[in-house]
């Protein structure tokens, strides 16, 4: 069993920044691909972005591409999810996600 939490939400203004970490327990293995996904207020989860198993293969919704950066820490078992140019419409649960497994979320509300 893969163990995925992630951290770094919370209230941010409309144009700031966060970092979502994703860190993996358990039964790790490279050979993995993670992803970010996010689910607002009454809508279904959505795609944001992805990164292979050898972090050469990125992939982005396009609604957050040129604003996200997903990357990954092979040494810390950790993913991340740098957010700039934050908009209101980037409010939602975020949730990290590797093959069947999935995080139990973590809030990032963003004002305007």
């Known amino acids: 069993q893969l163990y995925l939490k992630e951290s770094g939400g919370g209230l941010v203004q409309t144009g700031g920044s966060l970092r979502l970490s994703c860190v993996a327990s358990g039964r790790i293995s490279a050979n993995y691909t993670m992803k970010w996904f996010r689910q607002a207020p009454g809508q279904e989860r959505e795609f944001v972005a992805s990164i292979n198993w050898n972090s050469v293969s990125t992939r982005y919704a396009d609604s957050v591409k040129d604003r996200f950066t997903i990357s990954r820490d092979y040494a810390q078992n950790t993913a991340y999810l740098q957010m700039n140019a934050l908009k209101p419409e980037d409010t939602g649960i975020y949730y990290c996600?590797?093959?069947?497994?999935w995080g139990q979320g973590t809030q990032v509300t963003v004002s305007s």
């Open positions: 996600n590797a093959r069947t497994n």
